[in-house]
């Protein structure tokens, strides 16, 4: 005859077994959530490089006219109308994936005065609107070149030792995304725009050479500093921007897309797409990611229905056809009501709806990628 006790503990051992085969099935059906928020944790800060897609008002700061700190800009920023310097009607991609990452909504601009170096410990941009890969698009309209985001990056991190102490400091610059968004100036601001003479200089395929070349450098440089995990975004169809559609018509066109525009940015995305992995394999401890911009922006373009967005052809601010900066001011006629039914804000830049799916993108092909 079997025991009370025995019985007892056959059916407390059966119990504990079911319990085991339901909490593994319950980690099996949330692994990726999980894998998510755990990367998410172990990520200590942004830290932002490159031009107007993303920065976050260092151009309020220095003698440019390329600004946007007046409305309509940001006029959907959180907590009410406030133009901060974003080129938008609200956050750009860097702030969506520094809050995703449990981090703050906002990614200061480095040359703000409102922020300190404690600020900066959690997240920081080094961009400016209008720069590029090569030092003569910053040139243009005289804004921060590449080289001169990479200085502040030095002093930042100088700062950052000051303030948390070397092993600290290390380990935030070490863990931090790296957000870059840089090129498309380069073409439309300083080659094709004639002034810098690089058109003489370069064939366009010696050109995209060039600044992949210039990308390569700029990667390195920045991984000598201590990055580690770096995404780097590609071209969009630059040839679909409302701009260019607008010189398009102008021409004699349709005012469609300027197809040679786009054709130079698959180009010079392919070409980057193979420079990074190339790095990849020569750097074994960066992590770094091509985000495939171009596709995503075409899925908009093509399928708007899908994303809840009516007009992919005009900005909503003013005519939405060839205003940007002080053009697109809180005089100008004709301003949409509802900048989340547009693909564009002003002429060049996109709206908070779209920068937010940039960001859900990049964010996905980190952690595909094993960035995150």
Same mark, same amino acid.
């Given at each position: ?31 990726? @959530?999980? &894998?998510?928020?755990? $990367?998410? /944790?172990? %990520?200590?800060? *942004? +830290? ?81 609107? @209008?720069? &590029?890969?090569?030092? $003569?698009? /910053?040139? %243009?309209?005289? *804004? +921060? ?87 780097? $975004? ?139």
């Amino acid at each position: 005859m079997a025991s009370p006790r025995g019985e007892c503990t056959r059916v407390d051992a059966a119990a504990l077994l079911l319990l085991l085969r339901l909490l593994l099935a319950v980690a099996v059906a949330t692994g990726d @959530g999980g &894998g998510k928020e755990a $990367a998410a /944790a172990r %990520v200590p800060a *942004v +830290i932002v490089f490159g031009d107007s897609t993303v920065d976050t008002g260092n151009n309020n700061q220095i003698g440019t006219p390329l600004r946007s700190d007046f409305p309509p800009y940001g006029r959907d920023m959180p907590g009410g109308p406030r133009a901060t310097g974003r080129f938008g009607n609200g956050r750009l991609p860097p702030d969506f994936i520094s809050e995703s990452l449990g981090l703050p909504p906002l990614v200061p601009a480095y040359l703000d005065p409102a922020y300190g170096i404690a600020d900066f410990a959690r997240g920081v941009c080094f961009a400016s609107a @209008g720069t &590029g890969l090569d030092n $003569a698009t /910053a040139a %243009v309209l005289s *804004v +921060i070149p590449l080289w001169k985001e990479v200085e502040y990056y030095r002093e930042y991190q100088r700062r950052l030792r000051a303030h948390a102490g070397v092993a600290r400091a290390r380990a935030t610059v070490r863990g931090a995304l790296h957000v870059v968004s840089i090129g498309t100036n380069d073409f439309l601001e300083n080659y094709y725009a004639l002034g810098t003479g690089r058109f003489a200089q370069f064939t366009i395929g010696e050109f995209q050479d060039f600044l992949v070349g210039e990308a390569r450098r700029f990667l390195a440089a920045i991984h000598r500093l201590g990055a580690r995990r770096v995404t780097f $975004a590609g071209l969009s169809p630059m040839g679909c921007l409302p701009l260019e559609r607008t010189t398009d018509a102008l021409l004699g066109g349709g005012g469609g897309c300027i197809e040679e525009y786009n054709r130079v940015a698959r180009d010079y995305n392919a070409k980057v797409e193979a420079m990074v992995a190339s790095l990849r394999a020569e750097l074994p401890r960066l992590k770094v990611a091509f985000i495939p911009v171009y596709d995503n922006m075409v899925n908009i373009i093509t399928h708007p229905e899908n994303f809840g967005i009516e007009n992919v052809e005009e900005g909503c601010c003013a005519t939405g056809r060839f205003e940007m900066g002080f053009m697109c001011n809180d005089e100008a006629p004709m301003t949409c009501e509802d900048a989340g039914k547009y693909l564009f804000w002003d002429a060049f830049h996109p709206t908070e709806k779209v920068n937010r799916l940039m960001a859900q993108h990049t964010l996905d092909v980190c952690y595909q990628q094993g960035v995150l």
